[in-house]
């Protein structure tokens, strides 16, 4: 039987090779004026090596004030095409589709502060919390609010980042229409509340800078909104709301496809308090599985109610291939999309289509995606499982000329991790570990089966014991 995430899809004007997609994931690797770095480059690399169909580089800011980390990449200007062309060259290299994620952010440019700010300020110098009227504060309590003519401009701002994009060479464009940002919070019914102006019809904004991209680019050039297609608060939009009122004008529009995505970082009181809105952004730990599917499913069925034939794109809390077939099973979405995972082991599409599932580092989530801070002050995107991503460049393995008989003490991840490593560059390695068993306190701390998917904590000593097994390492247990 044929693998489902194997198949390939064609939307309009796409063809991609097969059912996942590397999500755009704001990675923090910028210079600080915006720029593509070598580790920028190496982790893109890394990603479309993989395997994905397409790749989508994450969160590139169209104008400064809308930052929410000082490393964003940016789009500013025409000099910045050529610094994006590496980062496509090296995915299309690669064999993926190359897209880019065009972003704003709007209130949630106040949510890094460590201090008291300025009305109207972002907690980067320069930038700016503004909403549709502020009523909904992120950060900076006292945001402003965006005017009819700053909108406008915001307007023309991503339409040229997206005309810039096709001259990098990327093959499609998104947008971060999601989780606070400007575009979102415009979408929303309980921040955009009480304008007097053409931005009152809250689908809009989004609305023209789709338009004004098709003017720059032509109605072909594809675009692939990410968009939130449930609020999850009391008093906001739902899934059926959003395909009344949001997801028929994108129709037709002829965009793409939509990645769909739920949740928000508004401080509104959650309609599902089992999961709260918040949760279903990113999935915390302890948030189920597949905590999106039940709403893709809504969407799809929305839509074909309303005969729209819509490809549509899934993510959240998924760490197992099988998780991944259900997420593109019948009645759900399309693609898969893979945030985390894709960081934790970036070669997993690679692996289920060389028949390899057993070597996929399955992602415990507990290193969320960066490695250090967070996405809105200093974090940059990285695995707590694995230390080589986006240093590949820096830090690849090379096979030793001189061997050595390397002991190792102590058979937990740490002990496997160094013998694995040490055994794949050429060292005679073995492991001695006092127990009968090779995982430390990994194998404990994985087993509370009381609480919400602690078992995802076992992932990590059952993938290094898999690795052990495949290596030349000997193992002296008890």
Not at 13 to 37: C, E, Q, W
Not at 250 to 272: Q, Y
Not at 391 to 418: C, L
Request: proline fraction near 5%; include cysteine; charged fraction near 20%.
């Amino acid at each position: 039987m044929t693998d489902p995430l194997l198949q390939p899809f064609k939307t309009k004007n796409l063809n991609f090779k097969n059912r996942m997609v590397h999500a755009p994931t704001t990675m923090n690797m910028s210079d600080d004026k915006g720029y593509i770095t070598r580790r920028a480059v190496g982790a893109y690399e890394a990603l479309a090596a993989g395997g994905f169909s397409a790749v989508c580089v994450g969160a590139t800011c169209v104008r400064w004030e809308g930052l929410i980390n000082e490393r964003m990449f940016g789009i500013y200007d025409d000099t910045y095409i050529i610094s994006h062309r590496e980062l496509v060259e090296v995915i299309h290299n690669n064999g993926a589709l190359a897209g880019i994620q065009l972003f704003y952010g709007g209130l949630i440019v106040g949510a890094g502060a460590t201090s008291p700010l300025e009305p109207g300020k972002g907690w980067i110098p320069g930038t700016v919390s503004h909403g549709p009227s502020g009523k909904y504060p992120i950060g900076n309590q006292k945001p402003g609010v965006v005017t009819t003519e700053e909108y406008d401009q915001l307007v023309e701002d991503f339409a040229q980042a997206a005309r810039r994009a096709k001259e990098a060479g990327y093959d499609y464009v998104s947008y971060h229409f999601c989780h606070g940002s400007l575009p979102h919070v415009t979408l929303s019914l309980l921040e955009n509340q009480g304008r007097n102006d053409v931005y009152a019809d809250r689908f809009l904004f989004c609305e023209r800078i789709i338009q004004r991209a098709q003017e720059l680019c032509g109605k072909d050039y594809p675009q692939i909104p990410r968009m939130v297609c449930e609020e999850n608060f009391e008093g906001g939009y739902d899934v059926e709301y959003f395909i009344e009122h949001y997801a028929t004008r994108l129709h037709a529009l002829g965009i793409d496809a939509m990645d769909c995505t739920f949740g928000s970082m508004l401080p509104a009181k959650s309609r599902s308090q089992e999961v709260t809105s918040g949760e279903v952004i990113g999935g915390g730990f302890y948030v189920p599985n597949l905590v999106a599917l039940p709403y893709i499913k809504r969407m799809r069925d929305g839509l074909k109610a309303r005969g729209i034939d819509m490809p549509l794109m899934g993510s959240c809390n998924i760490n197992t291939p099988d998780q991944m077939r259900e997420m593109i099973g019948e009645g759900a979405a399309d693609f898969f999309t893979s945030c985390r995972q894709s960081l934790d082991d970036p070669d997993f599409p690679r692996k289920i289509a060389e028949g390899r599932e057993d070597e996929i580092r399955k992602s415990t989530r507990t290193g969320a995606s960066l490695l250090a801070g967070n996405i809105f002050n200093k974090g940059v995107a990285g695995s707590a499982q694995n230390a080589a991503f986006s240093r590949d460049r820096d830090y690849h393995i090379v096979p030793t000329n001189r061997p050595k008989r390397v002991f190792i003490a102590g058979g937990g991840s740490g002990g496997m991790e160094y013998a694995i490593t040490a055994d794949e560059i050429g060292h005679d390695v073995t492991l001695f570990e006092k127990s009968g068993t090779l995982g430390g306190v990994m194998n404990w701390a994985g087993n509370y089966r009381t609480l919400r998917n602690m078992e995802q904590i076992a992932y990590q000593p059952e993938w290094h014991r898999v690795m052990i097994g495949k290596s030349k390492v000997k193992v002296q247990l008890n």
